[in-house]
């Protein structure tokens, strides 16, 4: 099905469009720091033989200390069950022991209309040194307080179809989608809060080889990442000399299909409510945080 009002025969579209690509390939291409960060998170619901996928999650070390940064309506669906993990390769499940810390329940008692949705798992168990080696640093959070101009973004996750449980080990795909953010007249329109959340363009098609395909359904994205390529823009009039490297930004909650001629979107929280999170309950930990937000703020 090809969409009616672009026509992909006009040699400008013809040439934007391989711009477009072009840039989004090049940012692919970019080492996977920040991706390699994503996990899946799982759990064992009674009578089940085997762990099942909930959502994603993110590895982050921060001094000596690990956690999981994710979305709170993943937690909501693994209860008092323990949080399940692993790197996708074939390896043993790891069940985690630890403590949550996570932002208010919306009025139905749980997080699903929760608008904000972070949580963040401080893990107090040991873990395996794989997991250890794929956790970020503050080194690699996006701190800067203004947008750059017309960044290239990654979604990354783990889809729930393409995970697949045997007894105790888990083999999954993680799977890294580029986008662009909305404009500020989009955020207003949507009535999503630009301060909070970090929202990229998610349409219900995508055009490969030159012809329109049914985007990929993410479930099982949410408590993904969302990762701006630093060193990548659209802007054709911007020329960075700075490494290409990625930047955690936000924390992916929630998908909103293409509906009644409104665009599709993938929305994040933005990792400061999860600093903010681990500053209020590890006290412990605010200087440090603190230094490195102002220092890349500056």
């Known amino acids: 099905?090809?969409?009616?009002?672009?026509?992909?025969?006009?040699?400008?579209?013809?040439?934007a469009i391989t711009?477009?690509?072009?840039?989004?390939?090049?940012?692919?291409?970019?080492?996977?720091?920040?991706?390699?960060?994503?996990?899946?998170?799982?759990?064992?619901?009674?009578l089940k033989r085997k762990p099942i996928q909930v959502g994603s999650g993110v590895l982050v070390k921060i001094k000596s200390e690990y956690f999981i940064f994710s979305a709170s309506h993943v937690f909501d669906e693994i209860g008092s069950h323990q949080l399940l993990t692993?790197?996708?390769?074939?390896?043993?499940?790891?069940s985690l022991c630890g403590e949550r810390f996570?932002?208010?329940r919306g009025n139905s008692g749980t997080h699903r209309d929760d608008p904000i949705d972070a949580s963040v798992f401080h893990i107090q168990s040991s873990i395996s040194e794989t997991l250890k080696k794929g956790a970020i640093t503050l080194n690699d959070f996006d701190?800067?307080?203004?947008?750059?101009s017309k960044s290239i973004f990654i979604a990354a996750g783990f889809r729930v179809k393409k995970s697949n449980t045997a007894g105790n080990t888990v083999r999954s795909r993680r799977e890294g989608f580029p986008s662009i953010e909305i404009g500020d007249e989009d955020y207003s329109r949507m009535k999503i809060d630009s301060k909070i959340?970090?929202?990229?363009?998610y349409e219900n098609q995508t055009l490969l080889n030159g012809i329109w395909q049914t985007s990929p359904t993410p479930k099982g994205f949410s408590g993904g990442a969302i990762i701006r390529?630093?060193?990548?823009?659209?802007?054709?009039?911007?020329?960075?000399?700075?490494?290409?490297?990625?930047?955690?930004?936000?924390?992916?909650?929630?998908?909103?299909?293409e509906k009644n001629k409104e665009m599709g979107v993938l929305i994040g929280t933005k990792i400061d409510i999860h600093l903010a999170l681990i500053k209020n309950f590890l006290p412990?930990?605010?200087?440090?945080?603190?230094?490195?937000?102002?220092?890349?703020?500056?």
């Open 1 to 15: 099905m090809v969409k009616p009002d672009i026509d992909l025969d006009n040699p400008i579209v013809k040439k």
């Open 19 to 46: 711009y477009f690509q072009n840039k989004m390939i090049t940012a692919l291409n970019v080492p996977q720091r920040v991706e390699s960060a994503v996990v899946p998170i799982y759990h064992k619901p009674k």
């Open 86 to 94: 692993g790197d996708g390769t074939g390896s043993e499940v790891q």
């Open 102 to 104: 996570s932002t208010g």
């Open 143 to 148: 701190f800067l307080s203004l947008k750059e």
């Open 197 to 201: 959340h970090i929202t990229l363009a």
């Open 229 to 257: 390529v630093d060193g990548i823009t659209m802007n054709p009039g911007i020329v960075k000399n700075s490494e290409y490297k990625q930047l955690l930004t936000g924390i992916i909650i929630e998908q909103r299909r």
């Open 284 to 298: 412990g930990l605010v200087v440090d945080i603190d230094r490195h937000i102002a220092t890349n703020r500056s």
